[in-house]
């Protein structure tokens, strides 16, 4: 049986803009997003049983076709028409908190695609794959994409970013849970934003990335969970030379340095407190 290992990294996002909402309830976004070291790992199996099946130790999965890595099995089997008796078994370890702003489901949902096309020597191009991406997530493409991107319309049209500086981050997280869909709902959009309004995400160095830091979604999550502006002060108090939250949360990162100083902060935050705690380079 062949059988290989494959990364699935987070992500954060150095920017989100949220410029409006689309007729279908999408919102229309501008997003600087970016790949980080801490990933889940997944090993992929090929087997004759021409079934699908995907495990996660510790980890409820949604079932069939609930289960976004399940779905993206499926996507590319139906896409690619792969013969009926091939099957495939999927591990996933999780090392990215669930929730958390982090797109993990989303890059699990990614890796498969890419995984599968290797594995099975599919052939399809990386475009293609976004293509499908698009169809089980807005953030799947990005991972699809691999580079550090400027992403807009639902967050699936991808302009790869310029080089950006040499930082480490640290990321905190208190455990608290964060419903993405309240965030969206409680935002006061004013009608009219735009993509041509925005300052344009070009940074070259690291006072210019801090500078640039921004979510629309984190002051109504803050205001929501008064705890993740102590930690987003506390990170701050440590060093960081800037602070934002990931996503909708409710994982916030600390811009540090380097990886020994994020390994600093994060041996406090240990000392004081029970969050969880994971310093990480970018990809």
């Not at 999780?94 to 890059?107: M, T």
């Not at 991406?133 to 691999?146: E, H, S, T, Y």
């Not at 550090?148 to 040499?166: K, M, V």
């Not at 009608?191 to 344009?200: D, F, H, S, T």
Request: proline share 5%; with cysteine; aromatic share 6%.
């Amino acid at each position: 049986m062949l059988e290989k290992n494959y990364k699935s990294p987070a992500k954060i996002n150095l920017c989100l803009h949220v410029l409006g909402r689309y007729d279908n309830g999408y919102h229309a976004l501008a997003m600087a997003m970016q790949r980080i070291d801490l990933c889940d790992d997944i090993r992929i199996r090929v087997t004759t049983s021409g079934e699908i099946n995907v495990t996660c130790d510790g980890l409820a999965l949604a079932p069939g076709e609930n289960n976004i890595a399940t779905r993206a099995a499926r996507l590319l089997f139906s896409e690619a028409q792969v013969d009926v008796e091939v099957g495939i078994d999927i591990r996933i370890d999780k090392r990215i908190p669930v929730a958390a702003g982090l797109g993990g489901g989303s890059s699990n949902a990614a890796t498969v695609l890419l995984a599968l096309n290797d594995i099975l020597a599919l052939h399809m191009d990386n475009s293609h794959l976004q293509r499908l991406g698009a169809q089980l997530g807005a953030d799947v493409p990005f991972f699809v994409f691999q580079r550090p991107a400027w992403a807009t319309g639902i967050g699936t049209e991808l302009t790869p970013l310029p080089p950006l500086p040499e930082v480490a981050y640290l990321l905190v997280n208190p455990g608290i849970a964060v419903s993405t869909a309240e965030v969206y709902q409680s935002l006061q959009l004013t009608k009219g934003g735009e993509l041509a309004n925005l300052p344009r995400f070009s940074v070259v160095t690291k006072e210019e990335l801090c500078a640039a830091l921004h979510n629309d979604l984190e002051r109504v999550t803050l205001m929501r969970h008064p705890l993740l502006r102590q930690i987003k002060q506390r990170l701050l108090q440590l060093g960081a030379r800037g602070a934002l939250m990931s996503g909708s949360g409710a994982t916030l990162f600390g811009v540090f340095d380097t990886l020994d100083q994020a390994q600093s902060a994060a041996s406090v935050l240990a000392v004081e407190t029970d969050w969880w705690t994971c310093p990480v380079s970018p990809l």
